[in-house]
């Protein structure tokens, strides 16, 4: 057919700017070589995350403006409450923000409800996950829990476009449940589309595999849906018996396999803020509302304001739609065709929401760990490749990209006290939803290609400050 544009057109449009080299030269020094310090005025095209940064319609702008403001009972929570038990069919649904708490922790609000109610309670247990992301893997232990990925083995083969390598390992699910029973594990969680590991899908079979498993042992099984429909529309293309399912139907059959999600509004709701948290078990719905009350907000608003409750509900019919989610996979799929053709190593086959380059493989002169004698006090000494062509991106042509790897996964042994890297090094180029056109992508596929062709001069940096959790998004590092 005809090659198909966008499903919209453009009705505001925000300016940016590319400052010149030697600025920002200058600026990636003042950041600590850490993107995450740059302000976002200096990036030209920021690819740092998906979360927060869709484009709204003007049918969610609409909706904001003339939904009424209420502390209870706002129809907007009302819409959304309809959009969610459509799409998702929990019977009880709690609205969540995601701002941060406290100083010392950055409070994912569903998360940390739902975890503080369920595993702060029994101090040590387990938590099985396909991939958690790193603020899923931080509120676990912040509430005393064990975080434990049992994503298939191909997670790890970035190479090997094998479908669904999202997937739960079912096998080894099987024998953890085997060897530490219910009493130690409260909950199972199942993150789809697997950010962590290039946002590879989880097909039906495997959510459905994993859903009778935990049913057999009598462990709830929770769904973190922050890309619940992304990972529908593979199910749509990959998956025997689905293709001519809607994206709808398919994730209303996906969720009906699960107890409860986490989801984060500021994904796949195309909003800027927001989350929820819904289940279907009545008692355990009474314990996370009224926690909820105590640190979040009313339930029918759950610390948001109701326009953001609204631009949710919206946003929630918009995803499902097939033209869109066929643009936002061709989008995707244009640029990694374009550093795929230019021979950069990337995870393959490309992820949902984003392409990770496979930083290991691009620049192999340097290694994960380099000085283990610098690993006292800061978690770990070097982290090279990855921080370094996130650093030379921005230095090259202004773009922002996030390191998924040894900086966000690393850890130090509580035994040993060795620095344990992260399995997988990557780059991660996230593509907000909506908001940048064909030729920002191919400009940035352009300035990694020319990345590319001098990897070899790329040198590897050395941390030099790191707090204990999260660490990846204060650190600072040096040039080796
Ligand atoms: N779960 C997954 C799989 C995520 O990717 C994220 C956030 C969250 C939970 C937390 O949601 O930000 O609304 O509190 N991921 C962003 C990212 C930040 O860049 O991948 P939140």
């Avoid at 739902?114 to 603020?135: E, I, K, Q």
């Avoid at 462990?219 to 849906?225: K, M, Q, R, V, W």
Wanted: charged share 20%; aromatic share 10%; net charge positive.
């Amino acid at each position: 057919g005809l090659p198909m544009p966008e499903p919209f057109k453009i009705k505001m449009v925000e300016s940016i700017t590319l400052l010149p080299r030697p600025q920002r030269t200058a600026r990636l020094a003042a950041s600590g070589l850490n993107v995450f310090s740059l302000r976002s005025c200096d990036v030209f095209v920021d690819l740092l995350t998906d979360s927060g940064m869709s484009a709204l319609s003007d049918k969610q702008w609409a909706g904001m403006l003339v939904t009424p403001q209420a502390y209870a009972g706002s129809s907007s929570f009302y819409a959304l409450e309809a959009v969610v038990r459509d799409l998702m069919g929990f019977k009880h649904v709690l609205p969540e923000h995601q701002a941060r708490r406290c100083r010392l922790f950055r409070g994912r609000a569903a998360e940390n409800v739902l975890f503080s109610v369920v595993v702060a309670p029994r101090p040590g247990c387990y938590v099985p996950n396909n991939m958690h992301f790193d603020t899923t893997e931080a509120n676990v232990l912040r509430c005393g829990g064990r975080p434990v990925n049992l994503a298939v083995p191909e997670a790890f083969d970035t190479a090997a476009p094998a479908p669904f390598k999202g997937n739960m390992d079912v096998a080894a699910l099987e024998a953890f449940l085997l060897d530490k029973g219910r009493e130690q594990v409260p909950l199972v969680m199942l993150t789809v589309t697997n950010n962590s590991a290039g946002g590879q899908p989880v097909s039906m079979d495997n959510a459905r595999q994993v859903s009778a498993l935990c049913r057999r042992f009598g462990i709830p099984l929770f769904i973190d849906a922050a890309r619940f429909a992304e990972n529908c529309w593979f199910i749509q293309r990959w998956e025997p018996g689905y293709e001519g399912r809607s994206i709808a139907s398919i994730a209303r059959e996906l969720f009906s396999h699960a107890d409860g999600c986490t989801f984060s509004g500021k994904k796949e709701a195309l909003a800027n803020v927001g989350g929820l948290l819904c289940c279907n078990d009545d008692a355990l719905y009474e314990q996370l509302r009224n926690l909820t009350i105590v640190i979040e907000g009313f339930p029918t608003y759950g610390g948001l304001a109701c326009r953001d409750l609204m631009a949710m509900a919206q946003g929630l019919r918009e995803v499902v739609e097939e033209a869109y989610q066929d643009y936002r996979h061709r989008q995707i799929e244009l640029l990694a065709g374009l550093l795929r053709a230019g021979g950069v190593p990337i995870v393959e086959p490309p992820g949902g929401h984003a392409v990770y380059v496979d930083a290991a493989r691009f620049a192999p002169h340097i290694p994960t760990h380099q000085f283990p004698a610098q690993a006292s006090g800061l978690g770990g000494g070097c982290f090279p490749s990855f921080r370094a062509l996130t650093a030379a991106l921005y230095a090259e042509a202004g773009v922002r990209g996030v390191e998924i790897g040894s900086s966000c996964f690393g850890h130090t042994d509580p035994e040993s006290g060795a620095f344990v890297p992260a399995r997988l090094e990557l780059l991660r180029l996230a593509v907000p939803r909506r908001a940048y056109t064909d030729n920002h992508l191919r400009y940035v596929a352009a300035a990694l290609l020319r990345i590319y062709a001098r990897r070899a001069s790329l040198r590897g940096l050395r941390r030099v400050y790191a707090t204990p959790l999260l660490s990846h998004f204060t650190a600072r590092f040096e040039w080796i």
